[in-house]
């Protein structure tokens, strides 16, 4: 069975939080941590729940989000 990371850019992030908004799964919040522009950075906080549709990636303005599949070994 497959697994995805998904990889959040902190320096790109703006924190508008669309792609919070549009995770089905409901598993991405905004850190704690301010980054270099003074927002809040998206993080994800059950990695292992991620299905991998890839709407928080397509719905990101700033293209701050990358999403890589993994193949479990068997
Ligand atoms: S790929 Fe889908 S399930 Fe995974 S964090 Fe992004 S919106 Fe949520
Ligand atoms: S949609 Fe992009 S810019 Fe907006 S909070 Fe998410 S990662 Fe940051």
């Known amino acids: 069975m497959a697994k995805f990371l998904v990889s959040f850019d902190n320096e790109k992030c703006k924190g508008c939080e669309l792609c919070r908004a549009f995770c089905p799964k409901e598993i991405i919040v905004m850190s ?6 003074g927002y809040s950075p998206a993080s994800i906080s059950r990695q292992e729940d991620c299905i991998g549709c890839q709407s928080c990636a397509l719905v990101c303005p700033d293209g701050a989000i990358s999403i890589y599949k993994e193949e479990e070994s068997q």
Not at 32 to 37: D, E, L, P, W
């Open 32 to 37: 704690s941590v301010i980054n270099n522009k």
